[in-house]
């Protein structure tokens, strides 16, 4: 039977906006990115944005009572989800388990180097969010989205400095989850350094196992 609770776990730019998007085109499940709904909040210049901007900007994790409330409602209402994003942290993941069982947890392994590599050269479609990569993925015209001929723009916290810091921060507070769901049974390991496609291959063959 096809999974239908799925979260995505991994350091920041292992690839799991780029994954969710095109898993949300063939199962039809929602897509849940706790990072896009706060920029969204903050672009918005909502009370939450505001509260949240500091610690986005910084490549710190908002604090876990704001995402939770955040959260808990459009999972309660998805027919299905991707997590991507969320939890970020075991007090995350322990009231993630209050709402809602999980059917399976996808880590997406990826070296430091690498994602500091890939962070730097991330650009994302201002209009409709495609991610691209100016190395491995790089758009058809410079600057301008493939798909809806959108700007392109650099997110405020994929520079150098700040991508350190959310390393950091995904080592010591989000890494323990790898853990957390192994010892459920609900854990499957992606390596993110192969192709977007192969990627994209064993996720969709797991979830439909
Ligand atoms: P992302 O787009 O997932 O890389 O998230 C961008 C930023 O939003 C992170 O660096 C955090 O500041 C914040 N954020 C997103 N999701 C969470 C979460 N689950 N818990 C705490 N902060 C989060």
New binding site residues.
Partial sequence: MAKRRIVLLGP??AG??TQAKRLVETTGLTHL???????DEVAHGTDLGNQ?KA??????????Q??IDM?RGRIETADGFIL??????VA?AEALEKITPLDVVINIDLSRDEVIRRLSARRVCRSCGRIYNLLSNPPQVAGKCDVCGGELYQ?D?DRPE?IKN?YD?YMA??APLIKFYQDRGILVSTDGRRPTDEVFAQITAVISA
């Fill in positions: 920041p730019g799991k906006g990115s706790t990072g896009d709904i706060l920029r949240a610690y986005m900007d910084r490549g710190d994790l908002v604090p876990d704001l995402i959260i991507d994003g969320f939890p970020r942290t995350q997110r916290d700040v959310r921060v507070s989000t």
